[in-house]
């Protein structure tokens, strides 16, 4: 089965099991995954989070239920998922921008977020550039956090702890001790944390002593593909990632290895039309 085919089946997983209680863990097991890189496929190709699909599913069948029966407000709110009519009137509120009492007498409209189905663009209309490379093992250094997979709270603390480290000197400090062949700072997402969590590093490839204030990372020796990435941050880089994986790994005979994983920032104006930065992914042929 190839990865489109098991995200396709992770997918239809969780709308057969939409009225249950299915924990992250189960869902990326069908598309033989680990939480991790499986999150990371689905908010790459998706722009939503795995809990945002599930909440916005449920709420648009509630929806339609709301509409086309008599059955109570309390009782579809236990249905789909919620404790209380409360948190169900809160949540239906912030999709649909009514109240489910306003919803059954047709006032306003309904915002409705229909079943995912893949389908990967192989068109190749903008060129990629990449490479591939091999790289011996290497260890960088720097501050990591866990964030829980299971909360996606990633998606919003990852950005937040790049803004922490760039304002109190943490940034500037890793740029220095910065003296291995990778010449820039390092984002590395590695799923070290088994199912519950992950591990995100802000990082530069060091050799010699470590400081007390950082941590060590080694990186094993793998085949890497080395992607380019032109064009100002935050918007350039899930742009590629987005193009890696609707149109690279489906045309190409391989797939990530599932180990730690590179974003590469150079010296430079991150925020300039023409920065360079690249994305460094272990590979290992399908």
């Known amino acids: 089965m190839g990865w489109t085919e098991a995200l396709q089946h992770a997918i239809d ?160 400090a890793l740029a220095k001790l910065n003296n291995g062949e990778l010449k820039a700072l390092l984002g590395v997402c590695a799923d070290f944390g088994g199912e519950q969590t992950m591990d995100y590093w802000i990082a530069a490839e060091h050799q010699g002593e470590v400081p007390e204030e950082f941590l060590q990372l080694e990186i094993p020796a793998s085949k890497w593909g080395v992607f380019e990435v032109h064009g100002a941050m935050p918007q350039a880089m899930p742009k590629v990632w987005k193009q890696i994986f609707s149109e690279w790994f489906p045309s190409n005979p391989y797939e990530p290895a599932g180990t730690a994983e590179l974003e590469v920032y150079p010296a430079g104006d991150a925020y300039s039309a023409d920065y360079y930065s690249e994305i460094w992914i272990p590979l290992k042929q399908q």
């Open 13 to 172: 997983y969780m709308e057969e099991n939409l009225l249950e209680v299915v924990s992250i863990e189960e869902i990326a097991k069908q598309a033989n995954s680990s939480v991790f890189h499986f999150q990371r496929m689905f908010t790459v190709l998706t722009d939503m989070t795995v809990g945002d699909y599930l909440r916005g599913r449920r709420l648009t069948l509630a929806a339609h239920e709301m509409v086309t029966t008599d059955t109570k407000i309390i009782d579809l709110a236990y249905k789909y998922g919620y404790d209380t009519p409360e948190a169900f009137s809160k949540a239906f509120r912030r999709q649909h921008g009514v109240t489910p009492s306003e919803a059954r007498k047709n006032i306003g409209n309904l915002q409705s977020y229909n079943r995912l189905v893949i389908q990967v663009n192989l068109k190749g209309a903008e060129p990629m550039k990449y490479k591939i490379v091999e790289k011996d093992a290497f260890r960088v250094i720097g501050i990591k956090r866990a964030f829980s997979m299971k909360t996606e709270e990633n998606i919003p603390g990852i950005p937040k702890m790049w803004m922490e480290a760039n304002a109190d000197g943490t940034s500037d």
